[in-house]
């Protein structure tokens, strides 16, 4: 728009353009270490998994419950969403005086998975030993059976199973990166489904579907780890081993020669 200056022209002065506001930035906050007071309310989805152990008192079976959840947080600046777990849940129709020590653990569990520390936590529980012998769990990527050195630590192992399946660590049981996190939420959001374990097709398992438990080294050497097999159970024609110097069952019976 043109505009007559009628008057004299005593001065004058260049208008600035006024400088931008600058974005604020955002404070880094971990979502893997936000801390979560307690179980929000509502539904959570969650994961059920049936575990089943043999020991020296023969074979036992649990059901456990994994929650898991979006969490939010602040990386390099922007806002990103992963998934946690952060309940650990044992049914209570299992509950009687010899699983006592399961239910406090689930419980210790999901306080730390809330404190962002679960990983430490799972693996200190499959450091745990006892003097009851080896306990059977598992199968590994040879399709032989996993022994470990005791309830605790076999249903830890079974835990990071979960965890890994669930793309929250890999098969080492070490923690997978916040960023690789927050692109298999990203995927789950657009495709519908869970991120999925990659398949080596070059492995011997490849036909079967077996995946490599986490803690074992993909060696040749493993296929003969564990105790060696000293015989076939008279009942049920599965494996024995030494424990405690007597041939016992682990294939499931848990018979044992000495009685």
């Known amino acids: 728009m043109t505009v007559e200056i009628t008057s004299k022209i005593v001065g004058y002065r260049i208008k600035q353009q006024e400088p931008t506001a600058p974005n604020p930035t955002l404070p880094e906050e ?17 994961v059920s998994e ?6 020296a008192e023969g ?23 992963i ?22 653990t689930m419980r210790s569990l999901s306080l730390a998975a809330r404190g962002g520390y679960v990983t430490q936590a799972v693996a200190d529980l499959r450091k ?23 309830e605790v630590a ?3 192992w079974s835990i990071q199973q979960i965890l890994y399946r669930r793309g929250f660590l890999d098969q080492d049981g070490n923690q997978v990166p916040v960023e690789s996190l927050v692109e ?11 991120w999925q374990p990659p398949v080596d097709d070059t492995s011997d398992e490849a036909g079967s579907g077996a995946v490599e438990p986490i803690g074992q080294a993909a060696s040749t050497t493993d296929q003969a780890s564990g105790p060696a097999v000293v015989g076939h159970c008279p009942e049920c024609r599965g494996e024995l081993i030494m424990m ?13 020669k000495c009685g």
Not at 50 to 55: L, T
Not at 184 to 194: F, I, N, T, W
Not at 248 to 254: K, L, M
């Open 244 to 256: 405690d110097g007597c041939p016992t069952c682990y294939a499931g019976c848990g018979w044992s």
């Open 30 to 46: 971990d979502p893997l270490t936000v801390r979560i007071p307690s179980r929000p309310e509502g539904t959570l989805e969650a």
């Open 154 to 156: 076999a249903i830890a």
């Open 50 to 55: 049936k575990i089943s152990y043999v020991g």
């Open 184 to 194: 298999r939420y990203a995927h789950r959001m657009q495709h519908g489904h869970a």
């Open 83 to 104: 998934e946690r777990p952060v309940e650990f849940f044992f049914p209570s129709g299992q509950l009687s005086s010899e699983h006592q020590w399961i239910t406090a």
């Open 128 to 150: 745990v030993a006892w003097d009851k012998g080896l306990v059977r769990c598992g199968m590994n990527r040879w399709n032989k059976p996993m022994f470990h050195d005791s």
């Open 59 to 81: 074979r036992k079976k649990v059901y456990l419950l994994v929650s898991f959840m979006p969490v939010e947080g602040v990386v390099g600046g922007k806002r990103v969403i």
